[in-house]
């Protein structure tokens, strides 16, 4: 059975701090990992990661994948207010179609 | 382009009772997926369909079920409501047979 955790469950920061999220996986057969972020309902596509693209850059976030170890990283500097969300991570698998394994999230708050 | 659309929004339902929600992909994704989200089980996959066909079903008891019509709309069905089903229940398409998914606003069931 895939399955995906991440940490830290719960995150606070100041605004303009670096935050590094983590994301580690077990997946019998890997295609992608990805990441979203949900503010109010709707997660919302960040990056997609996958064998042949194992870093990821828009603005500032980036993303790192390391398949030997089985992890990802999620990072935002010079975070915002706006920042604040929560930040899925999951796998998907090459015999399953459109079915992602996601993580419990984390939980990032960003103080003015 | 529209997004992905779900109905309705919120709904409020007895024990016992069944529901059915509404899902309409965004235009020319032919790839539709459930997903369960509650506080302690996060994103939990229900079930994905493709082209009419359901490729995958998660570890849900037989009263979730679905469909795809032709149009690539989707519905899913919960019978014999418990109060567990309570959850915001999201809709997701893709253009492909795998790939990033992008989520509806999803609906929210209250069961009491």
């Known amino acids: 059975e895939d399955k995906v955790v991440q940490s830290p469950l719960s995150l606070v920061v100041h605004e303009g701090d670096t935050v590094t999220l983590n994301c580690s996986y077990e997946?019998?057969?890997?295609?992608?990992l990805l990441w979203y972020k949900q503010e109010k309902k709707a997660p919302t596509f960040l990056f997609m990661l996958?064998?042949?693209?194992i870093e990821k850059k828009s603005g500032r976030l980036s993303s790192i994948l390391d398949k030997k170890e089985l992890f990802s990283i999620l990072n935002i500097t010079a975070t915002q207010t706006g920042d604040s969300a929560i930040y899925l991570c999951?796998?998907?698998?090459?015999?399953?179609?459109?079915?992602?394994?996601f993580g419990g999230g984390t939980r990032l708050m960003v103080k003015p | 382009k529209a997004g992905v659309t779900q109905t309705p929004r919120y709904l409020i339902k007895t024990r016992g009772q069944q529901v059915t929600l509404s899902c309409s992909p965004i235009?020319?994704?032919?790839?539709v997926s459930w997903y369960q989200q509650t506080p302690g089980q996060g994103l939990q996959f229900l079930f994905e369909?493709?082209?009419?066909?359901?490729?995958n079903k998660g570890n849900f008891p037989g009263r979730f079920s679905g469909r795809q019509f032709s149009n690539s709309r989707s519905e899913m069905n919960v019978s014999t409501l418990e109060l567990g089903d309570s959850a915001l229940y999201l809709c997701?398409?893709?253009?492909?047979?795998?790939?990033?998914?992008?989520f509806g606003e999803g609906s929210r069931l209250t069961v009491l």
């Open positions: 235009s020319g994704h032919r790839s």
């Open positions: 997946v019998t057969n890997f295609r992608s």
């Open positions: 999951a796998v998907e698998n090459n015999n399953a179609g459109n079915m992602l394994t």
């Open positions: 369909y493709f082209s009419e066909t359901q490729r």
């Open positions: 996958t064998s042949s693209g």
């Open positions: 997701a398409s893709s253009p492909r047979e795998a790939g990033e998914l992008f």
